[in-house]
């Protein structure tokens, strides 16, 4: 009896102590399941989070797309563009060109005919010079006429004289002005032998002759020779072309005139 009451016990207490295991183990799995719900929400919260940034960052890409889109096609758009105003310039070009070359081949036979009138000119400009070898007169006035360059008044003494002495004498007579090395301009030497022994023959036919010496330097100071030249009187100086051809016209005209005027008179004539 007393053997069983102590088994009894026994398995009592180790009833009691499997009670007390099962007690802690359940407190355990209460705990961790507690820990585990725990975890959960902060699991579903980041989840939470996570998706709401997944949104967000979906729509942010959506927007970039677009404006990736946007920025594509607006860059088509000024290829095109740039490349049509490429196109318009490449043609614009093209045209300059072919106006550059006509202007160019205009500009030839522009240079061409400016050529062969500044020719015909000249060309009448020295047949009126060979024509005209005296003086023109209208009126009794002298206005536009021929003269021989740089020679001088006759009436002082002998042309042939004088001539020869501006001839020989006038490389002699022309002299450079220079300033550190660079020519200024040529000058008569009033220091000249010949011209001081001239100067002492008389006033006015050394200013007759430094006048001649003037011209020839003037007007053909690169042979510096005697040469015919259109001459208005009337002004003192070179005539124009443009004088020169008024010129012949009034000559040509009282030429005719006087043509008409002789037929008037033979017709006149009793035959």
């Known amino acids: 009896m007393h053997k069983q009451c102590r088994k009894t016990n026994e398995l009592f ?18 705990r961790l399941l507690e820990e585990l719900s725990l975890k959960n929400k902060e699991m579903t919260n980041q989840m939470e989070k ?15 797309s677009l404006e990736l889109e946007n ?19 490449s043609l614009k070009n093209k045209e300059m ?21 500044s020719l015909e000119l000249e060309n009448l400009k020295k047949h009126q010079a060979e024509r005209e070898l005296t003086r023109c007169t209208c009126n009794g006035q002298v206005h536009e006429g021929t003269t021989t360059a740089n020679a001088a008044e006759e009436g002082w003494f ?8 501006i001839n020989e004498s006038h490389e002699r007579q022309i002299k ?21 022994e001239l100067k002492a023959c008389g006033q006015g036919i050394y200013d007759v002759v430094v006048e001649a010496l003037k011209e020839m ?23 124009t072309v443009v004088e020169g051809i008024d010129c012949l016209k009034k000559k040509m005209m009282e030429h005719e005139n006087e043509k008409n005027c002789n037929k008037r008179r033979r017709s006149l004539r009793p035959r």
Request: net charge negative; aromatic share 4%.
């Open 217 to 239: 330097d003037k007007y053909n100071s690169s042979g510096r020779t005697i040469v015919p030249e259109l001459w208005n009187y009337r002004e003192g100086r070179k005539a």
């Open 158 to 165: 002998d042309p042939a004289q004088l001539n020869r002495f």
């Open 71 to 89: 920025l594509k096609r607006i860059s088509q758009d000024k290829q095109a563009e740039v490349e049509r105003q490429l196109e318009e310039l």
């Open 13 to 30: 207490r180790h009833y009691l102590g499997d009670v007390r295991i099962s007690q802690d183990k359940q407190a355990k799995v209460e």
């Open 50 to 64: 996570l998706r709401r940034v997944n949104e967000e960052v979906s729509v942010k890409n959506n927007e970039l």
């Open 176 to 196: 450079l002005t220079e300033i550190r090395g660079k020519l200024i301009e040529e000058v008569l030497d009033e220091e000249d032998e010949a011209l001081k």
């Open 97 to 117: 060109k072919n106006e550059m070359e006509k202007l160019r081949c205009v500009n030839e036979v522009v240079s061409l005919k400016n050529n062969d009138l």
